[in-house]
């Protein structure tokens, strides 16, 4: 079969790339970016939805296609990508334009809680697209999964990160509802809809939940996929009160690509559950448990993987306060007259002395709070280990005896020369 995928570069349209070309079918992969496939047969259609709104920027694309999957989604609002064009007049478009060229089917990825229900412009412009199909000529399914989890997924990212926390952090009392679903079910049920005539033929015109196999609160979602990466100490929580938790909503709004803002702690409150019936049906068996969501193989890698994503961010903070507190400290809180001998011991002219003595010590502050912004870029970490080598370089030819001193003050550069080190390696987007 010919299939237009769109969002084919995202999360679950590239794994669904990926299923459909492994089932030999042609796949017209649309997608602002081209999507990374490393398959020779996939068609690239460049295309954004924020300007494809109307039925007629979509005839030729539709042209010969046996399937449309719809794969485009947001969390978020950004720049120019916005929830009705994204989640609505650009998929009422598609689809539109489709059923007037005679497409057989169409499967859009929508999501669990786009209902009569809906409340967040989330859900609610998932529903619009989803009501626009249901009443096209033309077999239409309405795939509404749940929360997905899968490797390179933002939301896998997130909730390993927290759940390898010794202390994980949940709204309330962690009670939320949740039935997570990983991206290779999924994908499974999505292939079955768009390429199986007798499954497309049971669930057309129906809202299909794809789901995990059991409705769970956040906290025991948290400790199984603790233990799903292997970590074997109990999974201990911090309860954040709920006026606290739409505190922070407010502020996340105002922070780009934070996964907390009003909406979002809206639908997790809601909830995000359904029957499997539908899951199992299609899958002809359970879907995975969140214990079988990280393969056996990989538990040690993700959960060190896990881990770095929140021991970074503490190195870093701590690697800041080191350069910001020797600044400050050498401007004046430590005896001047000693600052000053330092200096002329190590061979610096006593009339330059004070000169140098506030060019390295605004120098570290300067340093400090570069490591603190989110501008960042890798030469930092390169111009921090160059500063801290020629202090140990001066200090070691003037001062040798500071290697022997029972503080280690040359020592301890060794250290945190291995932390910048590790920082550089790990820290490539800010």
């Not at 140098?356 to 605004?362: E, I, K, N, S």
Request: charged share 15%; hydrophobic share 50%; glycine share 8%.
């Amino acid at each position: 079969m010919r299939i237009l995928l769109t969002g084919a570069s995202g999360f679950i349209g590239s794994r669904l790339t990926e299923a459909l070309l492994q089932a030999g079918h042609r796949v017209v992969a649309v997608s602002r970016r081209r999507a990374q496939i490393g398959m020779s047969d996939v068609q690239h259609l460049s295309k954004d939805f924020a300007h494809a709104l109307n039925p007629s920027d979509w005839v030729g694309a539709v042209q010969d296609i046996d399937v449309v999957i719809n794969a485009v989604g947001i969390l978020r609002e950004r720049g120019g990508q916005r929830f009705d064009m994204l989640h609505h007049r650009a998929p009422a478009a598609l689809f539109r334009a489709a059923a007037a060229a005679g497409v057989q089917r169409i499967v859009q990825i929508s999501a669990l809680g786009a209902d009569d229900a809906a409340t967040t412009p989330y859900h609610l412009t998932k529903k619009a697209a989803d009501d626009v199909l249901r009443e096209l000529p033309v077999e239409g399914i309405i795939v509404q999964p749940s929360l997905v989890f899968g490797s390179g997924g933002a939301s896998a990212v997130m909730f390993t990160m927290q759940a390898s926390q010794p202390l994980i952090p949940v709204p309330g009392w962690g009670r939320q509802i949740v039935q997570p679903v990983h991206i290779d079910d999924l994908a499974e049920v999505v292939l079955a809809l768009a390429t199986r005539a007798d499954v497309a033929h049971n669930f057309s015109g129906r809202r299909v939940a794809v789901v995990g196999p059991e409705p769970i609160t956040l906290c025991e979602f948290y400790a199984r996929l603790r233990r799903s990466m292997g970590i074997r100490a109990p999974a201990r929580f911090l309860y954040v009160p709920m006026p606290l938790m739409r505190a922070m909503a407010q502020v996340g709004k105002w922070v780009p690509d934070s996964p907390l803002d009003p909406d979002t702690l809206a639908m997790l409150e809601r909830g995000n559950a359904a029957p499997m019936d539908d899951t199992r049906a299609i899958l002809g068996r359970a879907p995975r448990s969140v214990e079988a969501f990280v393969p056996a193989a990989a538990r040690s890698d993700a959960a060190q993987a896990a881990r770095l994503r929140w021991l970074a961010p503490i190195l870093r903070v701590s690697v800041a306060l080191v350069w910001l507190i020797a600044g400050v400290v050498s401007l004046g809180w430590y005896p001047m007259e000693d600052s000053l001998a330092l200096l002329t011991a190590v061979g610096v002219p006593a009339a330059l002395a004070p000169a140098a003595l506030y060019t390295a010590a605004g120098l570290d502050i300067v340093l400090g709070l570069l490591v603190l912004s989110p501008w960042r870029g890798r030469w930092l970490w390169l111009l921090q280990a160059a500063v801290v080598l020629a202090y140990t370089a001066v200090l070691t030819l003037h001062l040798p005896g500071f290697w022997l001193h029972p503080f280690g003050p040359l020592a301890k550069n060794l250290p945190f020369l291995a932390v910048i080190w590790l920082l550089f390696e790990i820290d490539r987007k800010p």
